[in-house]
């Protein structure tokens, strides 16, 4: 920590956006002892704290910390594609100050000493705040529920199966009753596998041009709807993790609608990417689950704008070079996104098609209220993660941008207009833009 960070620091005259507040409006933030000691314009010209390192905000943006709710790590066993403190570097670069772990980790994240010890982990490397999900079922093998009780005690946020689904609808319903009773949050993303066989990519005519097995919408519809039904019948508080269909947005909207304790997330690669940007077999854009019809990423557009889809996550998922440069049906699906979340997502603001407070909202506030954190907000008191963004300063996202081990890279060489300039952490800066 350099010697700034142990002072306080005063941002003057910028704008401010914290939709915790519903605050968009030009004032100055005051940090100290790592906390939020004042943000919004009623700390205008009330004067600065004594050896305060100040800096000028006119005509940039300051906004809470995001918070990232789907992010997948190597650490342990898979040390090669990402480290915690390797993706915290990722993340701190990207405004992103809040990262929860995915238990897709070899050992799995099924236990209480393996949840300990990547927080132990993390509060030893790592420049964020990581906290751990666990997995529903023992080995992510879809068979014997974990100690669903003992981890949310050790401190675990939310329980989830990573990239895969669990079939028995029997084991579900049990999981979700013990979730129930521990007001813990399932987190589940739908795939069917067996009706996605062996298909890489959207199914339609786009895929057969290509030659390619597509994955039917029905994959990720079918599993949605048991779900909903299954947290209907047991109250408990359900997460759809990551839908990219507008007939997925049609049936979460009509959950809330019967007054269900669900929410839902979108990856931002199905609100800023669609199925033709797979072009000529292009692996990066290999992902699960799979681009979607142009339609479809407008549709999830709206149910983002509309408030159906809660949450904004990167899905950050580092594969290495040698399991992406492959033959499009054999590389792994997955790209990396804890760098170009927030620029991505402002191409939303920039066109006018989501208003800027919503989207933030939907990377901060809402994610925190899902987890349970203190974190997403600028109000006084709260820790002090917050990020210094240019929303108008062009920059193309390039290999050198990469703090990740990985390079898979939905968004390489990408145009983007918002850039972050400086992320700090319970008010230590932990990334600096250079220049």
């Known amino acids: 920590m350099n010697g ?4 306080p620091l005063v941002i003057e005259a910028a704008r401010i956006v914290d939709p915790s507040r519903s605050l968009d409006a030009v004032g100055t933030v005051v940090v100290s002892d790592g906390r939020v000691a004042a943000a919004g314009p009623d700390a205008l010209n009330q004067g600065r704290p004594d050896g305060a390192t100040v800096i000028d905000g006119k005509g940039l943006t300051v906004l809470p910390g995001l918070v990232d709710a789907r992010v997948f790590i190597g650490e342990p066993g898979g040390e090669h594609r990402e480290t915690i403190a390797s993706a915290s570097r990722a993340a701190a670069s ?6 929860l772990t995915m238990p897709d980790t070899n050992p799995v994240i099924d236990d209480v000493a393996i949840a300990e010890f990547v927080m132990r982990t993390a509060r ?9 999900a666990a997995a529903l079922t023992k080995g992510l093998a879809g068979k014997e529920m974990t100690e669903i009780g003992l981890l949310a005690e050790a401190g675990v946020k939310a329980f989830t199966e990573g990239r895969r689904t669990i079939a028995d609808p029997a084991l579900l319903r049990r999981i979700m009753t013990y979730a129930r009773d521990f007001s813990a949050v399932v987190m589940h993303e739908t795939q069917d596998a067996l009706l996605a066989g062996k298909g890489v990519m959207n199914e339609g005519l786009f895929a057969s041009w290509l030659g390619l097995p597509g994955i039917p919408g029905e994959a990720e519809i079918i599993p949605l709807e048991r779900d909903l039904r299954l947290a209907a019948l047991t109250g408990c508080r359900y997460h759809a993790a990551k839908i990219s269909l507008g007939e997925s947005a049609a049936v979460v909207a009509a959950a809330k609608r019967r007054g269900l304790a669900v929410t839902a997330g979108v990856s931002i690669n199905h609100l800023a990417l669609n199925e033709n940007d797979v072009g000529q077999y292009r692996t990066y854009f290999r992902l699960s689950p799979p681009l979607r019809r142009e339609e479809d990423r407008l549709a999830m557009v709206e149910a983002l704008a509309d408030g159906t889809v809660d949450i904004i996550v990167s899905s950050h998922d580092p594969q290495d070079t040698d399991d992406k440069r492959r033959p499009f049906a054999e590389a792994e699906a997955g790209a990396i996104g804890l760098e170009t979340l927030l620029p991505a997502a402002l191409r939303l603001h920039h066109s006018g098609a989501v208003p800027l407070m919503r989207l933030i909202e939907a990377m901060t506030v809402a994610p925190a209220r899902l987890l349970g954190l203190d974190r997403g907000t600028l109000g006084p008191g709260a820790p002090a993660d917050l990020v ?3 929303l108008d300063r062009p920059f193309v996202f390039t290999e050198e941008h990469i703090r990740s081990r990985s390079k898979n890279s939905a968004f390489e ?7 972050v300039l400086r992320t700090l952490v319970a ?3 932990v990334f600096e833009a250079a220049g």
Request: no cysteine.
């Open 388 to 390: 210094l963004v240019d």
């Open 94 to 99: 990207g405004g992103v100050t809040s990262i």
């Open 4 to 7: 700034s960070d142990e002072r």
């Open 124 to 132: 030893d490397t790592a420049l964020v705040n990581v906290f751990p």
């Open 413 to 419: 060489n990408a145009r983007f207009e918002g850039q």
């Open 427 to 429: 008010g230590r800066t």
